[in-house]
């Protein structure tokens, strides 16, 4: 079998899972970049939901003793997830979602398989990759509000309170951002000068990150200080989008989030799913520096003339509550402190966790799919 063919099997395998590889020029160049003619055959089969060394090593009529060692560098390189429980190990492979968006760019030392499949991964991106998400209504991350940006804090929703998140967590781990590392890898992207080591992950995934050496643990004050630092570079915190057992926190930059690019470039209805709050402008102590204009990612902010002004300029700052992610970003940095975040009118709960979630992208995919006929 050639190269092309075993490629081709593998493409066709991956495309079975929850996020599937739309046809394009720069498909096959990026799964060549990272997978070797030999990984990419060795996983073609392997289950998205995972098994004993022992089963994956009957299913690919090798003996446990030879396949163990190559899931392990393949778990190391972001490829299979490995788990452990007692004496039992298991191994899943990696959805494309997961090895193009996520994984293998958390590494503080991508390796070469890595930084070769950055730029014809970020031309795929462009082309079709991002697709899947164009139309729907909940999306993979959610804002959460900066700390200490809600005018009344005693009334912040559980799942929006990013300080109770994280003093709930008993592991914490910090990476370097997927997207931004994608892009500064990139020759043919400009390089992003926001902090990069800012991609927070807990729990099961926080372990798998420090096992496989792409992340290192942090303790719950490094993990604040982290966030701190986030928020004064501008960077929009995002988190799991569901209630229970969420274990991201992104910090967002507009230049190389995924979602922001889906709505900036690719045009996608919405980046993040909103807070449940939107920010408020105290006309009469703005001053219309124009900080928070540049702050917000959403162009949701601009200076407009008013008889409340109480400045030179004349105006102050309005913002449209319907691109307000309610992230708090302009909050944070305000000088005068004349914006706050306060409840919108409707609340809107999240899914309930990652299996609604999931139900909810589903359906949203079959219709499309459905309406194209």
């Given at each position: 079998?050639?190269?092309?063919?075993?490629?081709?099997?593998?493409?066709?395998?991956?495309?079975?899972?929850?996020?599937?590889?739309?046809?394009?020029?720069?498909?096959?160049?990026?799964?060549?970049?990272?997978?070797?003619?030999?990984?990419?055959?060795?996983?073609?089969?392997?289950?998205?939901?995972?098994?004993?060394?022992?089963?994956?090593?009957?299913?690919?009529?090798?003996?446990?003793?030879?396949?163990?060692?190559?899931?392990?560098a393949l778990a190391r390189k972001g490829a299979v997830w490995k788990s452990g429980k007692g004496d039992t190990v298991r191994?899943?492979?990696?959805?494309?979602?997961?090895?193009?968006?996520?994984?293998?760019?958390?590494?503080?030392?991508?390796?070469?398989?890595?930084?070769?499949?950055?730029?014809?991964?970020?031309?795929?991106?462009?082309?079709?990759?991002?697709?899947?998400?164009?139309?729907?209504?909940?999306?993979?991350?959610?804002?959460?509000?900066?700390?200490?940006?809600?005018?009344?804090?005693?009334?912040?929703?559980?799942?929006?309170?990013?300080?109770?998140?994280?003093?709930?967590?008993?592991?914490?781990?910090?990476?370097?951002?997927?997207?931004?590392?994608?892009?500064?890898?990139?020759?043919?992207?400009?390089?992003?000068?926001?902090?990069?080591?800012?991609?927070?992950?807990?729990?099961?995934?926080?372990?798998?990150?420090?096992?496989?050496?792409?992340?290192?643990?942090?303790?719950?004050?490094?993990?604040?200080?982290?966030?701190?630092?986030?928020?004064?570079?501008?960077?929009?915190?995002?988190?799991?989008?569901?209630?229970?057992?969420?274990?991201?926190?992104?910090?967002?930059?507009?230049?190389?989030?995924?979602?922001?690019?889906?709505?900036?470039?690719?045009?996608?209805?919405?980046?993040?799913?909103?807070?449940?709050?939107?920010?408020?402008?105290?006309?009469?102590?703005?001053?219309?520096?124009?900080?928070?204009?540049?702050r917000c990612p959403m162009d949701a902010i601009k200076l407009e003339t008013s008889p409340q002004a109480n400045n030179k300029?004349?105006?102050?700052?309005?913002?449209?509550?319907?691109?307000?992610?309610?992230?708090?970003?302009?909050?944070?940095?305000?000088?005068?402190?004349?914006?706050?975040?306060?409840?919108?009118?409707?609340?809107?709960?999240?899914?309930?966790?990652?299996?609604?979630?999931?139900?909810?992208?589903?359906?949203?995919?079959?219709?499309?799919?459905?309406?194209?006929?």
């Amino acid at each position: 079998m050639s190269d092309e063919q075993v490629y081709r099997r593998f493409i066709n395998w991956l495309d079975k899972a929850w996020w599937g590889l739309p046809e394009s020029e720069h498909l096959m160049p990026a799964v060549r970049a990272f997978y070797t003619p030999e990984e990419a055959d060795l996983l073609t089969g392997i289950p998205f939901s995972g098994g004993t060394l022992q089963e994956l090593a009957d299913l690919k009529a090798v003996h446990a003793d030879e396949l163990g060692p190559k899931l392990d560098a393949l778990a190391r390189k972001g490829a299979v997830w490995k788990s452990g429980k007692g004496d039992t190990v298991r191994y899943r492979l990696n959805d494309s979602f997961f090895v193009f968006m996520r994984g293998p760019f958390w590494s503080e030392h991508p390796d070469r398989a890595t930084r070769d499949l950055a730029r014809p991964l970020n031309k795929y991106f462009y082309d079709g990759f991002m697709d899947q998400f164009a139309h729907a209504h909940t999306k993979g991350l959610r804002a959460i509000p900066v700390d200490q940006t809600i005018e009344d804090p005693r009334r912040i929703l559980p799942y929006e309170d990013v300080v109770r998140f994280v003093d709930a967590q008993d592991y914490r781990t910090v990476s370097l951002c997927p997207c931004r590392q994608r892009k500064n890898l990139d020759p043919d992207s400009p390089n992003c000068d926001h902090p990069v080591e800012v991609c927070l992950h807990f729990g099961k995934l926080g372990h798998y990150i420090v096992d496989n050496g792409l992340g290192r643990e942090i303790t719950k004050e490094e993990t604040g200080e982290i966030l701190k630092k986030a928020a004064d570079s501008g960077l929009v915190h995002a988190i799991s989008n569901w209630q229970e057992g969420g274990d991201t926190i992104c910090n967002c930059c507009r230049c190389c989030c995924l979602f922001f690019e889906a709505y900036h470039v690719l045009k996608h209805h919405k980046s993040h799913d909103a807070s449940n709050y939107r920010v408020r402008v105290n006309a009469a102590t703005c001053k219309a520096c124009e900080l928070c204009v540049g702050r917000c990612p959403m162009d949701a902010i601009k200076l407009e003339t008013s008889p409340q002004a109480n400045n030179k300029k004349g105006e102050v700052a309005v913002a449209d509550p319907a691109r307000c992610l309610g992230c708090g970003v302009c909050v944070h940095k305000c000088p005068t402190q004349s914006l706050t975040l306060e409840p919108r009118e409707a609340v809107c709960d999240p899914p309930k966790d990652v299996r609604e979630w999931m139900k909810r992208f589903m359906a949203d995919l079959h219709e499309v799919k459905r309406s194209a006929g």
